[in-house]
C-alpha cells in the first residue's frame, strides 16, 4: 500500500447491512497502520450505511467496535415480523427504535457542533434528502443551520431509506435517494473547497459496499415484462451514479490520491438480510486485502474521452 498523504479523508457508501463490508476492511486496515480509524482520517463522508459508519469514526469507533455492531445489532434492526413481511401494505417495513437505540449506545448525545469542536478536529459530511425542498442535504458540523442537530437524527435521515424505515422529521429520507449513494464527490469538494486542503498533500479513499453480480441472461432478456423491469432499472440508476461520482473525482480533481476499493458480489445481497453477516465478513476481508495491496476498482479506469482536432 503507497503511503498516505498528509491530510486523509474518507468517503463510504450507502448499502444496508453490507455497511459490515467496509467495517470489516476499516479494521483490517487499522491493524496494518497500527492506528484507529478515528487516528487515520481528518475528514468522513457517509451516505446512509456509510453515514453511520462516518459518524462512527467521527466519535472515535475503531473499524473492530463498528463491525462488533454491525454483527450485534443486525439482527434486531432488520427483525422479521408481520409488518416486514407484509410491508406493501404498510409505509415501511421497520421501526426506527432499535437502530436509534443502538445509535445513541455508541454515538452518545453529541451535536454536530459537537464534532467541529473536538480536539483533535473532524469534519463529517452526511447526505439526506429533503422530500419537502426536493434536494439533497449535505449536513455538516461547521454549518449553522445543523450545528445543533443530534449526530443521531443526521445518520437517521441518512439512512432512512423508503419504504425500509420512517421518514424522518417529516421529509428527510435516505441521501442516496439522490445522487450520493457514493459520497466520493461530496468528499472531494469538501477538501478542496471547503477545507481548503492542498489536493497534492491528500489521499481520499472511497470504499464501496459491494457491486451486485451481473445475473441477466441475455436469452431472457428481450422477452421481460414490464414488471421485470424493475429491479435491473434501479440498480442500473444505482450502479450508474456510483461509478459516476467516481468518473467525477478522477476528472476534475486529478491531483488528488484518490483511491477507490469495492468487492464484486458474487450472488445479491439484501440490504436487510441479517443471515448474510458471515458473508459479508469475508467480503470486507477481501475489500480490506484490496485496500492494502492497492487494487483499485476498475470503475477508476473510466477515462474522459479525447475531443476530436
Same mark, same amino acid.
Given at each position: 500500500?503507497?503511503?498516505?498523504?498528509?491530510?486523509?479523508?474518507? +468517503? /463510504?457508501d450507502?448499502? *444496508? #447491512?453490507?455497511?459490515?463490508?467496509?467495517?470489516r476492511?476499516l479494521e483490517i @486496515?487499522e491493524?496494518h497502520? %497500527?492506528?484507529g480509524?478515528?487516528e487515520?482520517?481528518?475528514?468522513?463522508?457517509?451516505?446512509?450505511?456509510? +453515514? /453511520?459508519?462516518?459518524? *462512527? #469514526?467521527?466519535?472515535?469507533?475503531?473499524?473492530?467496535?463498528?463491525h462488533r @455492531?454491525?454483527?450485534?445489532l %443486525?439482527?434486531?434492526?432488520?427483525?422479521?415480523?408481520?409488518?416486514?413481511?407484509?410491508?406493501?401494505?404498510a409505509?415501511?417495513?421497520?421501526?426506527?427504535?432499535?437502530?436509534?437505540?443502538?445509535?445513541?449506545?455508541?454515538?452518545?448525545?453529541l451535536?454536530?457542533?459537537?464534532?467541529?469542536?473536538s480536539?483533535?478536529?473532524?469534519?463529517v459530511?452526511?447526505?439526506?434528502?429533503?422530500?419537502?425542498?426536493?434536494r439533497?442535504?449535505?449536513?455538516?458540523?461547521?454549518?449553522?443551520?445543523?450545528?445543533?442537530?443530534?449526530?443521531?437524527?443526521?445518520?437517521?435521515?441518512s439512512?432512512?431509506?423508503?419504504?425500509y424505515?420512517?421518514?424522518?422529521?417529516?421529509?428527510y429520507?435516505?441521501g442516496?435517494?439522490?445522487?450520493?449513494?457514493n459520497?466520493?464527490?461530496?468528499?472531494?469538494?469538501?477538501?478542496?473547497?471547503?477545507?481548503d486542503?492542498?489536493p497534492?498533500?491528500?489521499?481520499?479513499?472511497?470504499?464501496?459496499?459491494?457491486?451486485?453480480?451481473?445475473?441477466?441472461?441475455v436469452?431472457?432478456?428481450?422477452?421481460?415484462r414490464?414488471w421485470?423491469?424493475?429491479?435491473?432499472?434501479?440498480g442500473?440508476?444505482?450502479?450508474?451514479a456510483?461509478?459516476?461520482?467516481?468518473?467525477?473525482?478522477?476528472t476534475?480533481?486529478?491531483?488528488?490520491?484518490?483511491r477507490?476499493?469495492?468487492?464484486?458480489?458474487?450472488?445479491?445481497?439484501?440490504?436487510d438480510?441479517?443471515?448474510?453477516?458471515?458473508?459479508?465478513?469475508?467480503?470486507?476481508?477481501?475489500?480490506g486485502n484490496?485496500?492494502?495491496?492497492?487494487?483499485?476498482d476498475?470503475?477508476?479506469?473510466?477515462q474522459?474521452?479525447m475531443?476530436p482536432e
Amino acid at each position: 500500500m503507497k503511503p498516505f498523504r498528509k491530510h486523509v479523508a474518507i +468517503a /463510504i457508501d450507502g448499502g *444496508g #447491512i453490507k455497511g459490515a463490508i467496509v467495517a470489516r476492511a476499516l479494521e483490517i @486496515l487499522e491493524e496494518h497502520l %497500527g492506528q484507529g480509524a478515528p487516528e487515520i482520517f481528518e475528514l468522513a463522508a457517509g451516505t446512509s450505511t456509510g +453515514a /453511520i459508519l462516518s459518524a *462512527g #469514526i467521527a466519535v472515535g469507533l475503531t473499524g473492530e467496535e463498528m463491525h462488533r @455492531l454491525y454483527l450485534e445489532l %443486525g439482527e434486531t434492526v432488520f427483525r422479521k415480523t408481520l409488518r416486514s413481511q407484509l410491508w406493501f401494505l404498510a409505509r415501511y417495513r421497520y421501526h426506527h427504535g432499535p437502530l436509534a437505540r443502538a445509535l445513541k449506545t455508541y454515538l452518545g448525545s453529541l451535536t454536530m457542533g459537537d464534532l467541529w469542536h473536538s480536539s483533535p478536529r473532524i469534519d463529517v459530511v452526511i447526505t439526506a434528502f429533503d422530500l419537502v425542498e426536493n434536494r439533497t442535504r449535505f449536513i455538516k458540523p461547521w454549518k449553522a443551520e445543523y450545528a445543533s442537530w443530534p449526530v443521531i437524527r443526521a445518520v437517521l435521515a441518512s439512512s432512512s431509506v423508503p419504504t425500509y424505515f420512517p421518514v424522518v422529521g417529516g421529509r428527510y429520507v435516505d441521501g442516496g435517494v439522490g445522487s450520493y449513494a457514493n459520497p466520493c464527490y461530496v468528499a472531494a469538494y469538501e477538501v478542496k473547497f471547503c477545507l481548503d486542503w492542498d489536493p497534492a498533500e491528500t489521499t481520499l479513499i472511497s470504499l464501496g459496499t459491494g457491486r451486485d453480480p451481473y445475473a441477466h441472461d441475455v436469452a431472457q432478456v428481450s422477452r421481460w415484462r414490464a414488471w421485470n423491469w424493475i429491479s435491473p432499472l434501479l440498480g442500473a440508476f444505482l450502479e450508474s451514479a456510483n461509478d459516476q461520482q467516481v468518473h467525477l473525482v478522477d476528472t476534475f480533481f486529478d491531483e488528488l490520491d484518490f483511491r477507490r476499493f469495492q468487492v464484486d458480489l458474487r450472488q445479491p445481497i439484501a440490504m436487510d438480510d441479517p443471515s448474510a453477516l458471515p458473508e459479508l465478513t469475508r467480503y470486507g476481508e477481501e475489500l480490506g486485502n484490496k485496500i492494502l495491496n492497492d487494487e483499485l476498482d476498475w470503475a477508476m479506469d473510466i477515462q474522459a474521452s479525447m475531443a476530436p482536432e
